[in-house]
């Protein structure tokens, strides 16, 4: 794919400098022609061989925004994270995956406390808060990776 993405714009580069050479015109006219900028949907401006290019292809699929869906997960698994009284900033990181369906396929501990009910805590108030809302409309993997971080004071996700 990335190979006809080069080809084409070879081709349209090329070609505006072949037809401009043999019109007569000048050298540093047929060098710099592809690279002059245009307008575009506004104030934007690029080089007019990425005009064409970004004409000819389009994104095959936008990224589906899961912020909303993330936020509601971390809610939920906060109200079910009672952690036992411990001494110092004890941190748990659990991976766990979620299906289409918003059912909990499987979780993981990537990086324990130190304390055994600490870690049984973070992973409890996970499997409680399943099943989750399904995964939103157009988001196309069978399954949403999330990284979750339990600490004294604050929680953090990452998904992918």
């Known amino acids: ?41 506004g104030n934007e401006s690029m080089p007019r061989f990425m005009q064409k290019a970004e004409e000819l292809f389009t994104p095959e699929e936008e990224e589906v925004d899961l912020s909303g869906y993330i936020k509601a997960i971390q809610a939920k698994i906060n109200s079910n994270f009672n952690p036992p009284e411990v001494e110092g900033s004890p941190s748990v990181v659990v991976l766990f995956k979620i299906t289409t369906r918003g059912r909990l396929d499987s979780f993981k501990i990537l990086k324990s406390s130190g304390n055994e009910l600490y870690d049984h805590a973070a992973v409890r108030a996970i499997q409680m808060s399943a099943p989750f809302d399904y995964l939103p409309s157009g988001y196309e993997k069978e399954l949403l990776k999330v990284q979750y971080t339990f600490s004294k004071h604050a929680t953090s996700v990452n998904y992918f």
Do not use: K, Q
């Open 1 to 41: 794919m990335i190979r006809y993405i080069f080809v084409i714009l070879a081709i349209l580069l090329f070609s505006n400098s072949a037809n401009a050479f043999m019109m007569g015109s000048d050298i540093t006219e047929m060098v710099t022609a592809p690279f002059t900028l245009h307008r575009t949907n």
